[in-house]
């Protein structure tokens, strides 16, 4: 049983890489380090490069949610959320997605001149570099609509959207809200970080939370 306490955590995080406390339950965990006091509550945006999305569950451990000395978890709506904030698989709970996330990554990004005997710490770097500032502010980019792979994201006015099917999906913690039509030679701002979405072109498919698949049936 989950207690108010835990509900009312600042540890739920949007598109934008914002953590934020809401009731809504997500599909993935994730940490950024340890990022919280003895009241848990989130005193640093990050304490690490390596910003990981985890299983919810694993080998049947059971952690207290924000313990002391601990690293923070964090909860995302699905894995494309995490992407847009800067996540990629963790090496140890989600050894296959990582293995294939980094084959991907190489593969959409040969412009780094790494392969694959590069280490993660180096591609987290470059990640690092393209989610925030050196003033925590969260990077986008420019590109037209038509150029964005399934599971990208992008910031239309100050509310993110999916990208998925050739349509815009308006994100929410609870899960995808409306789904509309845009020119796919319109330029957006896009949230999810560009060697991301390299790896996305390149054959990575991030899961999407099911709620975007019934907006998808809505006639």
């Known amino acids: 049983m989950i207690n108010l306490e835990e509900k009312m955590l600042q540890n739920r995080v949007d598109p934008e890489g914002r953590l934020i406390i809401t009731l809504a339950r997500g599909d993935w965990m994730g940490n950024r380090g340890r990022i919280h006091n003895e009241k848990k509550e989130i005193v640093h945006s990050f304490r690490l490069k390596a910003w990981i999305t985890c299983l919810l569950a694993f080998r049947g451990r059971r952690r207290e949610v924000m313990a002391p000395n601990r690293y923070t978890e964090l909860f995302f709506l699905d894995e494309a959320t995490s992407f847009a904030a800067g996540h990629r698989p963790c090496f140890e709970c989600r050894r296959k997605d990582y293995e294939r996330f980094k084959l991907f990554w190489l593969k959409g990004n040969p412009d780094r001149g790494f392969d694959e005997r590069t280490s993660i710490k180096e591609i987290d770097k470059v990640l690092h570099e393209e989610r925030i500032t050196k003033d925590g502010v969260k990077r986008t980019y420019k590109e037209q609509f038509k150029n964005l792979p399934d599971g990208a994201f992008i910031l239309v006015g100050e509310q993110p959207f999916l990208v998925a099917?050739?349509?815009?999906?308006?994100?929410?913690?609870?899960?995808?809200?409306?789904?509309?039509?845009?020119?796919?030679?319109?330029?957006?701002?896009?949230?999810?970080?560009?060697?991301?979405?390299?790896?996305?072109?390149?054959?990575?498919?991030?899961?999407?939370?099911?709620?975007?698949?019934?907006?998808?049936?809505?006639?």
Request: glycine share 10%; aromatic share 12%.
């Open 165 to 219: 099917g050739g349509e815009r999906f308006e994100w929410s913690p609870y899960g995808y809200k409306v789904r509309s039509s845009i020119s796919g030679t319109e330029h957006v701002s896009v949230l999810t970080p560009r060697s991301i979405i390299n790896a996305f072109k390149a054959g990575y498919r991030p899961q999407l939370h099911k709620s975007c698949f019934a907006r998808m049936a809505d006639q």
